[in-house]
T-cell receptor, first 111, second 113 residues
């Protein structure tokens, strides 16, 4: 069966520091992968999606970037974090039609 | 751009009461999905509706897709404490290769034992 991993689970970083969040998927090949951000008490905002290795599309302009170095690995990065980057970051992959499976998420606090 | 709205934002019910959340899209949807997120957890896929007027049931949960494919509802009969969480609808306006969906802001359900 398919599983999706994210790490770290929680992270506290100072403003201006770099960021690297990792997502890996097991049990499927060439998945569509997504990064979402969820602000406290809010819905999910799509940040990036990828349909294959090295193929990244951004939904909103921001100081974040994403990379997909391997088929089942999706990385979210920033060179300099802002306070507004705090939130719950979720990685997801596309299962059946319209169906998305989410990882456990990373709670990022920028101080 | 496409917007998805949900009401109410919060709902507190006594255990055993019914609960309904409504989802409205600014544009016609090709499909709609519902997710549940428990406190501190991640969203979990519940169901997808595709056809106009479609109704699907999962035990005490009833999902409906409007005739115009611009709105949807989730109804829970006789709520239990295990129903606590935030319910999100998510819709796709057009078919894309990456299945882009727009999530609503969610309805947070509290069940008082």
């Amino acid at each position: 069966s398919q599983t999706i991993h994210q790490w770290p689970a929680t992270l506290v970083q100072p403003v201006g520091s770099p960021l690297s969040l990792e997502c890996t998927v097991e049990g499927t090949s060439n998945p569509n992968l997504y990064w979402y951000r969820q602000a406290a008490g809010r819905g999910l905002q799509l940040l990036f999606y990828s349909v294959g290795i090295g193929q990244i599309s951004s939904e909103v302009p921001q100081n974040l970037s994403a990379s997909r170095p391997q088929d089942r690995q999706f990385i979210l990065s920033s060179k300099k974090l802002l306070l507004s980057d705090s939130g719950f970051y979720l990685c997801a992959w596309k299962g059946g039609p319209g169906e998305q499976f989410f990882g456990p998420g990373t709670r990022l606090t920028v101080l | 751009g496409q917007q998805v709205m949900q009401i109410p934002q919060y709902q507190h019910v006594q255990e055993g009461e019914d609960f309904t959340t409504y989802c409205n899209s600014s544009t016609t949807l090709s499909n709609i999905q519902w997710y549940k997120q428990r406190p501190g957890g991640h969203p979990v896929f519940l169901i997808q509706l595709v056809k106009s007027g479609e109704v699907k049931k999962q035990k005490r949960l009833t999902f409906q897709f409007g005739e115009a494919k611009k709105n949807s509802s989730l109804h829970i009969t006789a709520t239990q404490t295990t129903d606590v969480g935030t319910y999100f609808c998510a819709g796709s306006a057009v078919k894309t290769s990456y299945d882009k969906v727009i999530f609503g802001p969610g309805t947070s359900l509290s069940v008082i034992p």
